[in-house]
């Protein structure tokens, strides 16, 4: 696969430079360092790091894969650096946790060649269920971990990392945020390396093999390793220092940058000295040094008190009388991203300046909510629609992480419940058990083979009564249109040939699913008969609704159904197409129901659901037609 347009600035010589987006910065980082084997589960906010790897792997000789769960391109990441190859894999913060059970032993056992695990923080939950601070697995699971406030620091850090895991046979964490994944940044490129590192594994199972006997060994050398890794870090670039005041202020992440920005704004570095804090565990020497410098600190940090509380316990255990200011004062708030204006706040009110003027905002005029919606065209709206049709409003509706979460709400009503990645059917599980009645469970095609095939066989075994739909839009849609297991079964597109085929029917009863559907959820009839059917049954039954993803199709095959429009005449504006849809092609304007011709991807539900036939094909003449 070539390369893209976008990805040939990451593969300029050595001296030049460019603005790239930092999580293509991490990429040329890895590429300065020599990766040669990359896995990943796509998730915002780090799936460019993926994606772009994905574009540019053949050329540049990396082992690339899309594995079915952070997990496993954990584990395969790490056996790449087992074998002698210096290996990569990316996730969102909470991909991080699900592979938690690798994780954890990691450290004890070692790599050989570097790793490095790009995990990307959300802040704020732009774009996930929850905050997590990923920093405090330095001291949890004894982790080497790399917090870049640029783009210029993620490309750095990345290059650095491997040889410093390399050398204490640790696997480290890069921890971009939101903030540094998605905004660009001036970088200069460093040297791509014409040769790779040989590979190949050698037995040593005592090395290898964390039986009690020898991780209890492991243990005591992973202590040794992490002093080395702190050394190392202490003779780092990584934390520069600038300002020459009394006044301490320690920052770390995206934070950092609002906190100079703000002190190069007020003009206070002749009162202010600025620490930046880029890698845990933070040196001693470097905390060591800089209380030596101040007197008093406020640190500026996303999320929890990590740092404030490690400067604090190292003032404790010294005896060091200084103040220590930040979340712990209610300088600043614990929960979501930091902004310039809120490190402003805090540094105004360390340094005791006036509080900052109130910026008179220009008039808005209110706007109706807009929450996020499906796409017109989807497959998932039609699905949920039937679903509704035949299991009415008081069934419980389990749903799960992809585009059907967007289910949720008015009109389509699809999501009672939501937890994590495979947690439908589970939870489907547990309601039906309890309350005895049939509940319904949707999830993808990649979230099925992510993680809810274990939930299925489990509730298999105990027999539970809920109705599993799968909704295969043969894409992981969501994230980026990254490929799932079932890609190479879409007969509208073109797929590459080294795509294994994989049955979603053959997985289902493969796991003991007595009774399964495989349906078009376009065709009205098929997927009515289906649901009727597993509804008056008992036990776990599935239904597999397939239909290609609209948007991945129409980018591929630069093809589109026809629009559809509706006929004012025959328009008695009962609003039923708009109240049961939600379809963001059909527009109300002035009490006057239209459909937008752009947006419509002439999916016809709202033409099939009109009791007045007021909605018809455009042809190509621009007059209309019959319904299809």
């Known amino acids: 696969m070539g390369a893209s347009t976008k990805s040939i600035k990451l593969l300029e010589k050595k001296g030049s430079k460019a603005s790239l987006l930092g999580n293509n910065a991490i990429v040329r980082g890895g590429l300065e360092a020599g990766v040669q084997f990359f896995s990943c589960y796509p998730g915002t906010p780090s799936s460019e790091v993926a994606d772009t790897t994905a574009k540019i792997s053949r050329e540049m000789g990396i082992e690339f894969e ?12 790490y056996a790449a650096s087992l074998a002698g190859a ?3 894999c990316s996730m969102k913060h909470l991909g991080l946790m699900s592979a938690g059970d690798p994780v954890s032993t990691m450290p004890y056992v070692g790599v050989e060649a570097g790793m490095v695990i790009v995990s990307a923080g959300d802040p704020s939950c732009l774009t996930s ?20 406030a640029t783009a210029d620091d993620a490309l750095q850090m990345t290059k650095y990392a491997f040889e410093f895991s390399e050398k204490t046979r640790l696997p480290v964490i890069m921890r971009p945020t939101t903030r540094v994944c998605h905004s660009t940044g001036m970088v200069e490129m460093g040297d791509l390396p014409s040769e790779k590192k040989e590979v190949g594994f050698t037995k040593n199972p005592q090395k290898y093999v964390p039986i009690p006997v020898n991780a209890r060994r492991m243990r005591v ?14 003779e780092s670039n990584f934390f520069p220092r600038s300002g020459s005041g009394k006044k301490g202020i320690i920052a770390s992440g995206v934070a950092y940058t609002y906190a100079h920005q703000v002190i190069d704004d007020l003009n206070l570095w002749d009162s202010v000295c600025l620490q930046q804090i880029g890698a845990y565990p933070i040196p001693e020497k470097i ?51 930091s902004s310039p204006e809120l490190a402003e706040k805090g540094i105004r009110a360390f340094l005791n300046l006036e509080e900052m003027e109130e910026v008179e905002e220009a008039p808005q005029t209110e706007l109706p909510a807009r929450p996020p919606v499906l796409c017109p065209g989807c497959p998932h709206r039609t699905s949920f629609h039937m679903v509704n049709k035949v299991f009415g409003k008081k069934t419980v509706y389990c749903n799960d992480i992809g585009c059907y979460t967007l289910g949720y709400g008015e009109p389509l009503n699809a999501c009672d419940m ?37 939930a299925l066989a489990n509730a298999v075994q105990a027999n539970d009564n809920i109705t599993v739909v799968i909704l295969d839009n043969y894409i992981t849609a969501m994230t980026g249109f990254q490929p799932s297991l079932t890609s190479s079964n879409n007969p509208d597109i073109e797929v590459k040939a080294e795509l294994a085929h994989f049955s979603i029917e053959d997985a289902v009863k493969g796991v003991g699913v007595k009774k399964v559907h495989l349906v078009d959820p376009f065709n009205e009839t098929e997927i009515l008969t289906a649901l009727k059917d597993v509804k008056n049954s008992e036990g776990v039954n599935v239904v597999i609704c397939n239909s290609p993803c609209v948007i991945h199709k129409n980018r591929i095959t630069k093809e589109k159904r026809e629009a559809y ?20 092609a059909i527009l109300v304007v002035d009490g006057v129901y239209t459909i937008d011709e752009e947006l419509c991807d002439g999916c016809d539900l709202c033409a099939r659901g009109c009791h007045t036939d007021a909605i018809s094909i455009i042809s190509k003449s621009g007059e209309a037609c019959a319904k299809q």
């Open 66 to 77: 899309y594995s079915v769960n952070e997990k496993i391109a954990v584990e395969i990441a």
């Open 86 to 88: 210096r290996s990569m």
């Open 129 to 148: 269920p929850n905050e997590q601070d990923q920093r405090h697995l330095n001291k949890f699971l004894y982790y080497p971990i790399f917090d870049p």
């Open 221 to 234: 050398e992973l202590t040794q390793r992490m002093k080395l890794a702190e050394e190392l870090l202490g």
């Open 287 to 337: 905390i060591d040094s800089f209380c030596t410098q101040v007197d008093d600190i406020l640190v500026v940090e996303e999320l929890t008190p990590f740092v404030e509380e490690w400067v604090s316990l190292y003032l404790f255990k010294n005896k060091i009388q200084k103040d220590v200011f930040g979340k712990l004062s209610n300088h600043f708030p614990w929960e979501f991203e």
């Open 418 to 454: 939501l937890l994590c990645m495979g947690s439908s059917i589970s939870q489907a599980s547990g309601i039906s058990r309890v309350t005895k009645k049939r509940t319904v469970a949707y999830i993808g095609d990649s979230t099925f083979f992510h993680s809810g095939l274990p």
């Open 565 to 584: 429009q509706i006929d004012q005449e025959l328009c008695t504006e009962c609003s039923l197409c708009v109240r049961q849809l939600g379809c963001p």
